[in-house]
């Protein structure tokens, strides 16, 4: 994760602080190599644009130039920077998932890792928090990926909503909430349907589904690897169905971490979790301070 731009950005600060004294225009040199480190990890141009702005106005409030560890503190700088386009504004709030049963919606394109990041979750949830979780697949096209939900369930030891052939997405959603509700379960997790593309089908979908379920939290899986096509993804479902959160899936291969970085500023919502292999275990929650660190190093 982000071994790209953590290497490229590396090599700027290691020649910023190597120099000592620092003019101005050392300082507005480096600054347009890290715009151009953030452009090549595939971070949105208004992004970049703005980051940078935001460097530079503060290097220059802070007379940095005149400190006696410039380069420092032009790092320090953008650690601080990298944080607050990583947390966007206010605090991040954990998944509202108490009040049982608490009903969450998964929603994203096919072969974004949705299924697999569902069953992540549910054995999170199940193991770290203790909740006695129920999932449902909505995905009423493909078989194939109804029983990919219910043959992780078992692995996991997570209860699946019985399959019943025929049933509309907005039927076994109604089930699913039932059966949540009498057996006792804290988190429902619906696994909706996913298109090779966003159509008016699938949205039309999750949205009469949304209306069903009254999900808490409506989770948005996208493959990170996308870049800036992840965080279009996102801007489209949020104008559509409104997501409360996103979680970039194979950010184990990602060694850019554009989308990670635009997501926020561009989408305003929040990065809740990662997702870093295909293992049940290869889940993160996403940390802006530990990911800030990661980034420099
Ligand atoms: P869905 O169509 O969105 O439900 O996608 P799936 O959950 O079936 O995932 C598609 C493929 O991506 C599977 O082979 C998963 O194992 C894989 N996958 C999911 N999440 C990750 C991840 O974070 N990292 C990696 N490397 N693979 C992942």
Avoid at 287 to 297: D, W
């Amino acid at each position: 994760m982000f071994e790209n731009l953590s290497e490229r950005l590396g090599g700027v600060f290691d020649r910023l602080t190597k120099k000592g004294a620092l003019s101005e225009a050392d300082v507005a040199t480096a600054l347009r190599e890290v715009r151009t480190a953030l452009l090549e990890a595939d971070v949105s141009l208004p992004v970049a644009r703005d980051f940078v702005a935001r460097v530079q106005e503060k290097a220059t409030g802070q007379a940095v130039t005149k400190s006696v560890t410039p380069g420092q503190q032009v790092i320090k700088i953008v650690h601080d920077e990298l944080i607050a386009v990583l947390a966007g504004e206010g605090p991040v709030e954990a998944l509202k998932i108490d009040n049982p049963p608490a009903t969450v919606l998964m929603v994203g394109l096919q072969g974004s890792g949705k299924t697999t990041t569902t069953a992540k979750l549910a054995k999170r949830f199940t193991e770290k928090n203790n909740k006695r979780v129920l999932l449902a697949s909505l995905d009423t096209n493909r078989p194939a990926a109804m029983e990919q939900l219910a043959i992780l369930g078992a692995q996991i030891g997570v209860d699946s909503l019985p399959i019943v052939k025929g049933e509309s997405a907005v039927q076994i959603a109604k089930r699913a909430k039932t059966q949540a509700a009498m057996g006792g379960y804290d988190v429902l997790f619906l696994d909706t349907a996913g298109r090779l593309h966003i159509d008016e089908v699938l949205m039309d979908e999750i949205q009469a589904v949304r209306d069903i379920a009254a999900p808490r939290e409506t989770l948005l899986v996208v493959d990170g690897l996308t870049g800036q096509d992840a965080v279009k993804v996102a801007s489209e479902f949020d104008g559509k169905v409104g997501i409360s959160g996103v979680v970039l899936t194979r950010m184990d291969g990602d060694g850019r971490g554009g989308a990670a970085l635009s997501m926020r500023a561009v989408t305003g919502k929040p990065i809740r979790f990662v997702g870093l292999g295909e293992k049940m275990d290869a889940l993160e929650v996403f940390e802006p301070e530990r990911v800030a660190g990661r980034i420099l190093g």
